[in-house]
């Protein structure tokens, strides 16, 4: 990881210095250390460590488990990369857009064996992840599901003792520093598959429960992390689940029980529960884990303000999948993006969604500038800044 990354180190000492040098002392400091004080500071450039599912996948399901998921078919990648890339999308993920805007290029998924570089951090998310301990991988037929929310954290684990302190072969640098932990940015989107996996498929499910238990998964793991070193904690909360074409489409909810934008009121208010749930576990850790930040970023807000005002933000159909067959909302089950029958939309920047949950590469676009300029990140969080306001 980069070796510019003691930016909050110098800035206390400085400050120190100032406050209780005596002035003539502070006189002998000559210009050239001011100025190797300043480059010290600038920029700053920390490490992400990425926890989630397919939303921010970008290739451990692929790794782990070859050729299984239509993301490593055509149609998917097509777009950006020209071909496949095992991500969920036509393009680039919210996460590509992080990393690149970043100057990192792309970072890689944990399993990657040839040619991994994990210089400006590591992506655990896998496909089809809950936060609950329990996964649907089944039988190696599908690589949906493989690594939950517990699992990701204990590689984090095992990838911190395995690299601090380990040197590439030829470099002086090492891969990870403490420092690096401190300083890195810890990224986690979770909990739409177990809605939609487990909460959603029994009629009977108590939202206050689920609710409850998906946010104690989160309330263990964020600990986790913590207790690692973590102190720059952004956690995603839920998109709004109800306006997904995979939903709408499955469902064909009838108009009575549609918002007035076209989505599905009942899923809408549990994601609403969840994430007032997860507004209120990120509240209490501020106050009881003061030390680290604990950030909100609320990707839902700007999902849903897209589908309510498609136009504004380029889009024309804010329902209906890129890629797809048949329907109000280009989705069935039978047909879905990477089935021989679906077939790709015209302009894929019309769209938001490029099949039933997740995004075309230029929606993901907008995502990442949000996250890039400190949007929607709450309490105000700007990545490129957090090395001098860390503690
Ligand atoms: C989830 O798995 C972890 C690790 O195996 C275990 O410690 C924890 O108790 C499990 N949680 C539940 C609710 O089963
Ligand atoms: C494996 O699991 C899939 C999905 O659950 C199922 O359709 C398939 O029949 C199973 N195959 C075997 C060999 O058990
Ligand atoms: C849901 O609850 C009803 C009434 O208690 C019960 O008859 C039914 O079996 C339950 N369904 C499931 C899937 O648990
Ligand atoms: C594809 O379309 C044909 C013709 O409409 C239909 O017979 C077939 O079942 C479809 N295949 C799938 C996988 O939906």
Same mark, same amino acid.
């Given at each position: 990881?980069?070796?510019?990354?003691?930016?909050?180190?110098?800035?206390?000492?400085?400050?120190?210095? !100032?406050?209780?040098?005596?002035?003539?002392?502070? *006189?002998?400091?000559?210009?050239?250390?001011?100025?190797?004080?300043?480059?010290?500071?600038?920029? %700053?450039?920390?490490? $992400?460590?990425?926890?989630?599912?397919?939303?921010?996948?970008?290739?451990?399901?692929?790794?782990?488990?070859?050729?299984?998921?239509?993301?490593?078919?055509?149609?998917?990648?097509?777009?950006?990369?020209?071909?496949?890339? *095992?991500?969920?999308?036509?393009?680039? !993920?919210?996460?590509?857009?992080?990393?690149?805007?970043?100057?990192?290029?792309?970072?890689?998924?944990?399993?990657?064996? !040839?040619?991994?570089?994990?210089?400006?951090?590591?992506?655990? *998310?896998?496909?089809?992840?809950?936060?609950?301990?329990?996964?649907?991988?089944?039988?190696?037929?599908?690589?949906?599901? $493989?690594?939950?929310?517990?699992?990701?954290?204990?590689?984090?684990?095992?990838?911190?003792?395995?690299?601090?302190?380990?040197?590439?072969?030829?470099?002086?640098?090492?891969?990870?520093?403490?420092?690096?932990?401190?300083?890195?940015?810890?990224?986690?989107?979770?909990?739409?598959? +177990?809605?939609?996996?487990?909460?959603?498929? +029994?009629?009977?499910?108590?939202?206050?429960?689920?609710?409850?238990?998906?946010?104690?998964?989160?309330?263990?793991?964020?600990?986790?992390?913590?207790?690692?070193?973590?102190?720059?904690?952004?956690?995603?909360?839920?998109?709004?689940?109800? %306006?997904?074409?995979?939903?709408?489409?499955?469902?064909?909810?009838?108009?009575?029980?549609?918002?007035?934008?076209?989505? !599905?009121?009942?899923?809408?208010?549990?994601?609403?529960?969840?994430?007032?749930?997860?507004?209120?576990?990120?509240?209490?850790?501020?106050?009881?884990?003061?030390?680290?930040?604990?950030?909100?970023?609320?990707?839902?807000?700007?999902?849903?303000?897209?589908?309510?005002?498609?136009?504004?933000?380029?889009?024309?159909?804010?329902?209906?999948? %890129? %890629?797809?067959?048949?329907?109000?909302?280009?989705?069935?089950?039978?047909?879905?993006?990477?089935?021989?029958?679906?077939?790709?939309?015209?302009?894929?920047?019309?769209?938001?969604?490029?099949?039933?949950?997740?995004?075309?590469?230029?929606?993901?676009?907008?995502?990442?500038?949000?996250?890039?300029?400190?949007?929607?990140?709450?309490?105000?969080?700007?990545?490129?800044?957090?090395?001098?306001?860390?503690?």
């Amino acid at each position: 990881m980069t070796r510019t990354m003691a930016c909050s180190k110098f800035q206390p000492l400085l400050l120190l210095a !100032l406050l209780f040098c005596p002035l003539n002392l502070m *006189a002998e400091t000559t210009a050239k250390e001011q100025r190797h004080i300043y480059v010290k500071q600038s920029p %700053c450039r920390p490490p $992400l460590f990425v926890f989630g599912a397919s939303l921010l996948d970008v290739g451990e399901n692929a790794a782990a488990m070859p050729g299984r998921s239509v993301s490593e078919f055509p149609p998917y990648g097509v777009h950006y990369f020209g071909r496949t890339a *095992a991500r969920f999308s036509n393009g680039r !993920l919210l996460i590509d857009f992080i990393t690149q805007g970043l100057g990192y290029g792309f970072v890689d998924p944990f399993l990657k064996s !040839l040619g991994s570089n994990f210089k400006h951090g590591v992506n655990f *998310a896998s496909s089809g992840a809950t936060a609950r301990n329990s996964t649907i991988s089944g039988n190696g037929t599908s690589s949906l599901g $493989l690594f939950s929310l517990n699992v990701q954290i204990d590689q984090f684990i095992e990838f911190k003792r395995s690299a601090l302190g380990f040197k590439d072969p030829g470099y002086e640098e090492k891969i990870l520093t403490e420092e690096d932990v401190l300083e890195g940015v810890y990224l986690m989107e979770f909990g739409h598959n +177990d809605y939609i996996n487990y909460a959603f498929r +029994d009629p009977n499910y108590s939202a206050d429960i689920f609710a409850y238990e998906t946010i104690s998964y989160f309330k263990k793991a964020l600990l986790r992390l913590y207790n690692e070193g973590a102190r720059k904690v952004v956690v995603m909360n839920l998109m709004p689940l109800g %306006c997904a074409p995979g939903v709408l489409g499955y469902i064909k909810p009838p108009k009575e029980l549609q918002d007035e934008y076209g989505c !599905l009121i009942s899923y809408n208010n549990m994601v609403n529960l969840h994430n007032n749930h997860l507004s209120n576990l990120l509240k209490e850790l501020r106050l009881e884990l003061p030390r680290a930040e604990w950030v909100l970023f609320d990707w839902h807000s700007v999902i849903e303000n897209a589908i309510r005002h498609p136009t504004r933000y380029g889009v024309r159909y804010p329902l209906k999948t %890129c %890629c797809g067959e048949v329907g109000e909302y280009n989705f069935e089950w039978t047909s879905q993006c990477g089935s021989l029958n679906a077939t790709v939309c015209e302009d894929p920047t019309r769209h938001i969604f490029w099949d039933g949950l997740h995004f075309v590469d230029s929606f993901n676009n907008i995502l990442g500038n949000k996250f890039l300029q400190g949007k929607n990140l709450i309490p105000k969080f700007l990545i490129k800044e957090s090395c001098k306001i860390s503690k």
